[in-house]
C-alpha cells in the first residue's frame, strides 16, 4: 500500500501540471499513468496537429508564391518524411512529459490503469494507493457517433491519424469542428481530396461571420464542405469507405480510401470504477463544483474529463485551481470570463471572453467593433487581407471579449486576453503605440474606431473652431 498526499490519476496536460506542481511545492506525490507520458496534448492532439498543419503550409506555399512574383515547381510530396517529421517533433517534447522527468521532480509515477476500490483507495495493477486528495485527470477520446454500420468499417481517429505513413487519396472527415477543420486543411493541403461532413454547420461556436472567412478559404482552395448533412450509415469495400448521407433532404454517397472521426470527444470515466468513490458523473464527464471537486469532496477532476473547456491550457488552468484547493486549503474558484481559443486553420480564428453570439444572449448593452485585415498595411503587403478583428466593449467602454479572423490571429489575440484579465477599458488599448507596419496594429485600430463618432463629431469641430480664435 502506497500512502501519499497526493495521488494523480492521468498524465496528460491536466495530471503532469498538478502533478509537477505539487511535488515542487513539497507535497507527497503520485502519478499514474496507464498510457502514454503527455497524454492527448503531446502525442495525439495538439502537438501532432499543428506539425502536420506545418508541412501542410510547406506544401500549399508554391500555390501563393506566385502573387510575390516567385514561381515554384509543384512540390512532391513524401508523406512517409511527413510522418517521421510530426513523429519527430513529439519526440523532441517527449523528455519534458517524460517518467524520468517527473521522477527526478521526486514524483512517484506508477505505469498502470487506475481504479477506484472505495472514497479512499485506488487500485494501481498490483499495487493500491491512498491519498489525502486524489485528482482525476484522465481525459477523453474521440466520440463514435452512431452511424449505422460504423462498427463494421475501419475509421480513423486523432489516435490513429498520426501514424498514417501513405497519404490518404479521399478522406472524408465526420464532424467540422476545430479537429476535422484542422485536419482536413492538413491533409488537404497536403494532397488529399478531402471532404468535411458535418451535421450542423462548421466551427459552430464561433461567431457565423468569423468562421465564413475560413469556411470561403477552405472552400475556395477546393476543399469539399457539406454542412446540415446527416450521416444515414456507413460501409466498407474493396475500395473503401462508403457513407450515405442526406444533404438538403437529398440522399447521396460519398466514397472515400480513408475515414476520419472528428465528431466530438467522450470522457474517459469508464474504467475509473468512480460509483465505489462515491463520484457523480454525466454523459459529458465528471461533475464538478466551481472549486473542481467533485461529489466526493477529497476528490478533484481537472481537464477534459470534467466536459468543460477542453484546451490544453485549460487543462492548466485548472491544474492552478487545484494545487490552490488541496495544497493550500484556499477556496479557489474557477471563472471563465477570459477563456481564450484558436482554431489552427488557415486563416486563424481566435477567441476570448464574450463573443458577439454570447453577448446577444446577456441582455447587456453592448458595442461591437469591427476592423478589417484589408485596412492593414502589412496584410496588404502579405497579400492576406482576408479576416478582421472585433471586439466587444460595455457602453462605458470595458473589454468583454475579442475574435480575431485572418493570419497569425492566434498570435495577435494575447492582448486582447491581458486586457480581460485586468479588466481594461478599450482606450487603454487605443493609446498604446503599435509598431508599423504590424499586423497588431489592427488591433489598436479596432480600439481606436470607439473614439470615432465622437472624436469627428459636429461638438469637437465647434470647439476646435472656438479654440483657434483664440491665436
Ligand atoms: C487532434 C487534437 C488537436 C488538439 N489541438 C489542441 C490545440 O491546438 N490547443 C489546445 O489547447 N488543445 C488542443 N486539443 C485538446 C487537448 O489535447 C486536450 O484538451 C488536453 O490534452 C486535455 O488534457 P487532459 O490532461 O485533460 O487529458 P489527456 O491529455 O487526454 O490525458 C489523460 C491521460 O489519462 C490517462 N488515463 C486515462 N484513464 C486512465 C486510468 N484509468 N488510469 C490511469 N491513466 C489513465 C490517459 O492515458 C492520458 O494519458 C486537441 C485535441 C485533439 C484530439
Ligand atoms: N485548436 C484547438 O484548440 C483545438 C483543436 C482540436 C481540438 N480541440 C479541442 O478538442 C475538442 C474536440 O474537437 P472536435 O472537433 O472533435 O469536437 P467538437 O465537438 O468541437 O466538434 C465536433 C463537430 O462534429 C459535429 N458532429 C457530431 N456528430 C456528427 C455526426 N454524426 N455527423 C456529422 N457531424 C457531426 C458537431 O456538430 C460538431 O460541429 C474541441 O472542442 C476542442 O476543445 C481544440
Given amino acids: 500500500m502506497i500512502k501519499t498526499d497526493i495521488c494523480v490519476i492521468g498524465a496528460g496536460s491536466a495530471g503532469l501540471s498538478i502533478a509537477a506542481g505539487a511535488v515542487q511545492m513539497g507535497a507527497?506525490?503520485?502519478?499514474?499513468?496507464?498510457?502514454?507520458?503527455?497524454?492527448?496534448?503531446?502525442?495525439?492532439?495538439?502537438?501532432p496537429s499543428k506539425a502536420l498543419l506545418t508541412a501542410g503550409k510547406a506544401a500549399r506555399h508554391w500555390k501563393?508564391?506566385?502573387?510575390?512574383?516567385?514561381?515554384?515547381?509543384?512540390?512532391?510530396?513524401?508523406?512517409?518524411?511527413?510522418?517521421?517529421?510530426?513523429?519527430?517533433?513529439?519526440?523532441?517534447?517527449?523528455?519534458?512529459d517524460s517518467v524520468e522527468r517527473f521522477e527526478e521532480l521526486g514524483v512517484r509515477v506508477v505505469q498502470a490503469k487506475g481504479e477506484f476500490l472505495d472514497p479512499k483507495t485506488l487500485k494501481v495493477g498490483e499495487e493500491t494507493v491512498q491519498a489525502r486528495r486524489?485528482?482525476?485527470?484522465?481525459?477523453?477520446?474521440?466520440?463514435?457517433?452512431?452511424?449505422?454500420?460504423?462498427?463494421?468499417?475501419?475509421?480513423?481517429?486523432?489516435?490513429?491519424?498520426?501514424?498514417?505513413?501513405?497519404?490518404?487519396?479521399?478522406?472524408?472527415?465526420?464532424?467540422?469542428?476545430?479537429?476535422?477543420?484542422?485536419?482536413?486543411?492538413?491533409?488537404?493541403?497536403?494532397?488529399?481530396?478531402?471532404?468535411i461532413v458535418e451535421m450542423a454547420t462548421i466551427m459552430?461556436?464561433?461567431?457565423?461571420?468569423?468562421?465564413?472567412?475560413?469556411?470561403?478559404?477552405?472552400?475556395?482552395?477546393?476543399?469539399?464542405?457539406?454542412?446540415?448533412?446527416?450521416?444515414?450509415?456507413?460501409?466498407?469495400?474493396?475500395?473503401?469507405?462508403?457513407?450515405?448521407?442526406?444533404?438538403?433532404?437529398?440522399?447521396?454517397?460519398?466514397?472515400?480510401?480513408?475515414?476520419?472521426?472528428?465528431?466530438?470527444?467522450?470522457?474517459?470515466?469508464?474504467?475509473?470504477?468512480?460509483?465505489?468513490?462515491?463520484?457523480?458523473?454525466?454523459?459529458?464527464?465528471?461533475?464538478?463544483?466551481?472549486?473542481?471537486?467533485?461529489?466526493?469532496?477529497?476528490?478533484?477532476?481537472?481537464?477534459d474529463v470534467t466536459g468543460g473547456y477542453q484546451f490544453t491550457h485549460m487543462a492548466a488552468y485548472d491544474a492552478g485551481i487545484i494545487i490552490r484547493n488541496a495544497l493550500f486549503r484556499l477556496p479557489a474558484k474557477v471563472s471563465y470570463n477570459a477563456v481564450p481559443w484558436v482554431?489552427?486553420?488557415?486563416?486563424?480564428?481566435?477567441?476570448?471572453?464574450?463573443?458577439?453570439?454570447?453577448?446577444?444572449?446577456?441582455?447587456?448593452?453592448?458595442?461591437?467593433?469591427?476592423?478589417?485585415?484589408?485596412?492593414?498595411?502589412r496584410a496588404r503587403a502579405e497579400r492576406r487581407t482576408e479576416g478582421k478583428v472585433k471586439v466587444i466593449v460595455s457602453k462605458k467602454g470595458k473589454i468583454l471579449g475579442a475574435s480575431i479572423v485572418g493570419l497569425q490571429a492566434g498570435e495577435l489575440i494575447l492582448p486582447w486576453c491581458l486586457a480581460l484579465s485586468k479588466g481594461l477599458k478599450i482606450g487603454d488599448v487605443a493609446n498604446v503605440i503599435a509598431?508599423?507596419?504590424?499586423?497588431?496594429?489592427?488591433?489598436?485600430?479596432?480600439?481606436?474606431?470607439?473614439?470615432?463618432?465622437?472624436l469627428f463629431s459636429d461638438r469637437v469641430k465647434m470647439i476646435v473652431r472656438f479654440l483657434s480664435k483664440f491665436g
Fill in 28 to 47: 507527497d506525490t503520485v502519478l499514474v499513468e496507464s498510457g502514454r507520458m503527455g497524454g492527448d496534448c503531446l502525442n495525439y492532439g495538439c502537438v
Fill in 64 to 96: 501563393k508564391a506566385k502573387d510575390f512574383g516567385v514561381d515554384y515547381q509543384t512540390p512532391q510530396i513524401d508523406f512517409q518524411a511527413v510522418h517521421d517529421h510530426v513523429k519527430g517533433v513529439i519526440a523532441d517534447i517527449e523528455p519534458h
Fill in 134 to 195: 486524489f485528482i482525476i485527470s484522465t481525459g477523453s477520446r474521440a466520440m463514435v457517433p452512431p452511424i449505422k454500420g460504423i462498427d463494421r468499417v475501419s475509421y480513423l481517429t486523432n489516435e490513429s491519424v498520426f501514424d498514417l505513413t501513405d497519404l490518404p487519396k479521399k478522406l472524408i472527415v465526420v464532424g467540422g469542428g476545430p479537429i476535422g477543420c484542422e485536419l482536413g486543411q492538413a491533409f488537404h493541403n497536403l494532397g488529399s481530396q478531402v471532404t
Fill in 204 to 303: 459552430p461556436k464561433d461567431d457565423t461571420d468569423l468562421v465564413e472567412v475560413v469556411r470561403s478559404r477552405l472552400q475556395a482552395d477546393g476543399l469539399a464542405i457539406m454542412e446540415n448533412t446527416k450521416v444515414l450509415s456507413a460501409s466498407q469495400n474493396t475500395n473503401g469507405i462508403v457513407l450515405r448521407v442526406e444533404e438538403d433532404g437529398v440522399e447521396k454517397e460519398l466514397k472515400g480510401s480513408h475515414l476520419l472521426l472528428a465528431a466530438g470527444r467522450a470522457p474517459n470515466v469508464e474504467n475509473l470504477n468512480l460509483e465505489a468513490a462515491g463520484i457523480d458523473y454525466e454523459r459529458q464527464g465528471i461533475v464538478v463544483d466551481k472549486r473542481l471537486r467533485t461529489s466526493n469532496k477529497k476528490i478533484y477532476a481537472a481537464g
Fill in 343 to 377: 482554431t489552427y486553420t488557415d486563416p486563424e480564428l481566435a477567441q476570448v471572453g464574450l463573443s458577439e453570439n454570447d453577448a446577444t444572449k446577456t441582455g447587456q448593452e453592448y458595442r461591437v467593433l469591427t476592423w478589417a485585415y484589408a485596412d492593414n498595411d
Fill in 435 to 454: 509598431p508599423y507596419p504590424t499586423l497588431s496594429e489592427v488591433s489598436k485600430r479596432v480600439a481606436g474606431s470607439y473614439y470615432t463618432e465622437s
